[in-house]
């Protein structure tokens, strides 16, 4: 079959492609996959219970309809009575590629954002001891929130500064984007080892210590220093 512009037709309806709005711009950034950075904030790492020793990165996905954009309240998910909050620095790519060396991974980012590593950590921790794949904890509906993206043609590629998450004003997590363990072009250089990166895909680059569980009626308002703020109510 070839696929012909205008002539193609589906047998059913195709889903909308998720989008980001961008700051300064009418247009929006198309969301492809959502990859997620796991342990790379030593404290964080430490709080899990795990060796804070600097290993190669590890990734999961999210869906890329877990996205909830700016604005929209998280829906207090099923299956779960522990939803933990995990605020990330989130880097959007514009081209892509394989085995991308660190200049080609910095040259390869379109933006940034503030995100939301929402997770049912009883559900993590309860398909962790089984030795079973923990996605359905990660990826969900929602679970994925987003601010818009500021272009790096603006703020260039953030190294340093503030990343912390308030809870109902209180301040719960507490971190800076030096103390990252793998740096934004390494996270790259190395998942386009793994595969092949692709225009409009999302890292999630980890998070901070602190990470705690949500209610509904709380509100959480996560800052990274030089990128923006992202306000989200829990429902
Ligand atoms: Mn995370």
Redesign the pocket.
């Known amino acids: 079959m070839t696929k012909s512009e205008n002539s193609m037709s589906y047998v059913i309806t195709p889903a909308i492609i998720p989008c980001l709005q961008v700051r300064g711009s009418s247009n929006y950034y198309p969301v492809n996959r959502i990859f997620?950075?796991?342990?790379?904030y030593a404290k964080?790492v430490v709080e899990m219970g795990y060796d804070p020793e600097r290993e190669a990165p590890f990734f999961f996905q999210k869906s890329s309809d877990s996205i909830l954009v700016e604005g929209t309240d998280f829906v207090y998910p099923d299956k779960t009575i522990e939803v933990h909050h995990?605020v990330?620095l989130v880097v959007a790519l514009k081209t892509g590629g394989k085995n991308l060396s660190r200049a080609e991974a910095t040259s390869n980012i379109y933006g940034y954002a503030v995100g939301l590593?929402m997770?049912r950590r009883d559900l993590q921790a309860e398909l962790k001891s089984m030795g079973r794949p923990w996605e359905i904890s990660?990826s969900f509906d929602g679970s994925a929130p987003c601010s818009a993206i500021i272009q790096s043609d603006d703020i260039g590629h953030p190294t340093k500064g503030e990343i912390s998450l308030k809870k109902n004003g209180s301040l719960c997590q507490e971190g800076y984007l030096q103390q990252m363990i793998w740096k934004v072009p390494e996270i790259i250089a190395y998942l386009s080892e793994f595969c092949t990166l692709m225009p409009g895909d999302l890292i999630?680059t980890?998070?901070p210590s602190g990470?705690g569980p949500v209610q509904r009626g709380d509100n959480l308002k996560c800052t990274i220093d030089g990128v923006g703020t992202l306000d989200v109510g829990v429902v």
């Open positions: 997620c950075v796991g342990r790379n964080h995990e990330e590593d997770t990660k999630f980890g998070t990470v």
